[in-house]
Nanobody
Framework: QVQLVESGGGLVQPGGSLRLSCAAS????????MSWYRQAPGKERELVAG????????NYADSVKGRFTISRENAKNMVYLQMNSLKIEDTAVYYC????????WGQGTQVTVSS
């Protein structure tokens, strides 16, 4: 079955960095686009970044452009989100997502930006 397992979240000070990882299994990763979403307390889930199956195309929410970078390693079935210059408003649960015939979500990893 499809599994998406996120890791790398934690507590970081404003201006700091974190790298999230997502280990994927149960589907043909190399032909699947991947995305990172987030959900902050009291807010709806929002798309943070997406990457095409080959990694050549990426897109970002305006709020994270220039600070976050999505990447993938198809040989390892891994997708990453490098987050730099973190802001308090980046605090959220971050989810790894793939859309096959059904949309699959990981369990999420908490990112807290606080001084």
């Amino acid at each position: 079955q499809v599994q998406l397992v996120e890791s790398g979240g934690g507590l970081v000070q404003p201006g700091g960095s974190l790298r999230l990882s997502c280990a994927a299994s149960g589907f043909t990763f190399s032909t699947s686009a991947m995305s990172w979403y987030r959900q902050a307390p009291g807010k709806e889930r929002e798309l943070v970044a997406g990457i095409s199956s080959g990694g050549g195309l990426t897109n970002y929410a305006d709020s994270v452009k220039g600070r976050f970078t999505i990447s993938r390693e198809n040989a390892k079935n891994m997708v990453y989100l490098q987050m730099n210059s973190l802001k308090i408003e980046d605090t959220a649960v971050y989810y790894c997502v793939t859309r096959l015939r059904v949309t699959y979500w990981g369990q999420g990893t908490q990112v807290t930006v606080s001084s």
